[in-house]
């Protein structure tokens, strides 16, 4: 009997996949352990990492930042392969802008000192929902707003009590992008206070997130990713039939997992890691497409139900040559806006701006001085972006700074003498991102839902079939993605490291540990 090497498929060229094929190959290239291929559905290397440009600048449709750089291990790689400095701008290559200039609906430009208090308040609310003590700060807060109620009286109809209302909504709205839940609601806030952030600066990649991407399957032999294959069945043996030891055809070791792919082909392996979204998983479990045969167990298909998964998408809107600054050395010459709304139902709000924009808290320059303004939506207006022409999107854009901007700023950058289109602020072009539709991501990112726990995350991450050693072959699938981390879910490291510990896992099942790195 002749036995073949090993065979391992990897689903998905995002960054869970291409680090365990990078560790396998790494590890084992020299002993030409594995017969190893990643496939990807799609037509580019990166998943929910997508590096493009937008008029001249450097911009991520995806992953955008690193979450902190001590101990990150995509920061490691950025500072290795030289991907921190670049000569072309990028975004938010100032990293995180401090103080946004916060305008009321009307044109209101509300003082720090009214806004500071109310978010000071809320971040203390949602550090008491994640389990920590609520303070004195909570009450002391509550007094120093009442203090503020002579500094109210210029700001038209804005009662405190409405300002509060819109200040949290603001901060709803940019909490719900870090997230990606639609409603906040439906966050389970204990279970989300075991997320863990790596100290230090929250910064982005001058050369793009893609060069990460790139530098881990450089070292892949060619034909080692395939890209265009999308598989569309997965067949495995939960059982051997009759417990026999060894299935033997043809001479050779047969493989336990049949892969089909959208042209009809067939791949078979020994062990197949997916690395695919959770968005994807949960459409493979919920309709009849028949993806696993026979179906996941249900630990596997109650995890994959629970948890959250929500829609986070950009829209980038590049200013018209018609508001060009004037003066090249000018800073902030259009502002960092934080937008405080009248609530849908308010009588006060301004009738024309559309029900998405209500549910956006930002808008700003993608750098200073840049002229592409981005904005985030999660949840259902991002999903509803995604159908919108361009055409509509600048109108609602517009109007809606038609009421924000119907004030001089005070340099003068912006100005109220052209109300045509955003009070002299026009635009010439748009891109969105569309995670929401997209057949094979289905979505942004995950979090911990309200009924759903760390341990369904823990679930996500165990291999298939679960406790039969004998009465079947062993790791015939395995799971990696941001999706299966119960620390560092939602983010390109959590990713990162699940495709480490699943390249471990086959690594110390075929006694490669210790030996060969």
């Not at 050369?207 to 070292?219: M, N, Q, T, W």
């Not at 294959?229 to 939960?238: A, F, G, L, M, Y």
């Not at 700003?364 to 592409?372: A, E, R």
């Not at 996500?460 to 050693?469: C, F, G, R, S």
Request: charged share 20%; proline share 5%.
């Amino acid at each position: 009997m002749v036995v073949k090497k090993p065979k391992i498929v990897i689903i998905g060229a995002g960054m869970a996949g291409l680090t365990a094929a990078n560790k396998l190959h790494t590890v084992t290239a020299s002993k030409d352990m594995f017969e190893l291929y990643v496939v990807e559905g799609g037509t580019r290397l990166g998943g929910r990492i997508n590096t493009s440009e937008f008029c001249g600048d450097k911009i991520e449709m995806g992953a955008t930042w690193i979450h902190g750089i001590g101990g990150s291990p995509i920061h490691k790689i950025a500072q290795q392969i030289h991907s921190l400095e670049s000569d072309q701008p990028w975004e938010c290559m100032d990293g995180n802008l401090d103080e946004p200039t916060t305008i009321a609906e009307g044109g209101f430009i509300l003082n720090p000192s009214i806004v500071d208090p109310f978010t000071k308040l809320f971040n203390t609310l949602m550090d008491h929902a994640q389990g920590m003590k609520l303070s004195d700060s909570v009450s002391d807060t509550e007094k120093s707003l009442e203090k503020k109620q002579e500094e109210l009286k210029g700001y038209g109809k804005w009662s405190k009590k409405l300002l509060e209302e819109g200040i949290f909504a603001m901060h709803e709205n940019a909490q719900r992008t870090y997230t990606s839940a639609g409603d906040l609601l439906s966050l389970d806030y204990r279970a989300e206070s075991e997320y863990q952030m790596f100290p230090g600066e929250e910064i982005t990649i001058a050369k793009g997130y893609l060069s990460i991407i790139e530098s881990l399957a450089s070292v892949l032999p060619p034909g080692t990713v395939q890209l265009g294959r999308k598989v569309t069945k997965i067949e495995w043996q939960p059982e051997r039939k009759n417990h026999e030891p060894m299935n033997v055809e043809n001479g050779y070791c047969s493989r336990p997992v049949k892969l089909h792919f959208n042209d009809g082909s067939v791949m078979s392996a020994d062990h197949v890691i997916i690395t695919v979204s959770l968005g994807v998983l949960k459409a493979a479990i919920h309709d009849d497409s028949g993806m696993f045969y026979p179906p996941l167990p249900s630990f596997k298909a109650d995890a994959i139900s629970r948890l959250g998964f929500g829609v986070v998408n950009k829209i980038f809107m590049q200013l018209s040559p018609t508001h060009e600054r004037k003066n090249e050395h000018s800073e902030g010459w259009f502002p960092s806006l934080q937008m405080v709304f009248h609530s849908p139902q308010s009588e006060m709000r301004h009738k024309k701006i559309p029900w998405w924009m209500r549910r956006t808290a930002t808008l700003c320059p993608i750098y200073n001085n840049s002229s592409v303004l981005l904005s985030w939506f999660a949840g259902k207006e991002a999903l509803a972006l995604e159908s919108l022409k361009d055409e509509e999107i600048i109108q609602g854009v517009s109007t809606t700074l038609s009421s924000f901007l119907s004030h001089k700023f005070s340099n003068g950058n912006v100005n109220a003498e052209d109300n045509s289109q955003g009070y002299g602020v026009k635009f010439s072009k748009v891109l969105k991102t569309k995670w929401g539709t997209d057949p094979l991501f289905l979505g942004s990112y995950s979090y911990v839902a309200v009924g759903s726990s760390g341990d369904d995350l823990d679930a996500m991450a165990e291999p298939l079939p679960k406790d039969k050693p004998l009465a079947s072959p062993p790791l015939q699938i395995l799971f990696a993605g941001e999706a299966t981390h119960r620390t560092h879910y939602s983010t390109t490291h959590g990713a990162y490291f699940s495709g480490l510990r699943e390249a471990n896992r086959l690594l110390q099942h075929y006694h490669c540990l210790g030996i060969y790195n």
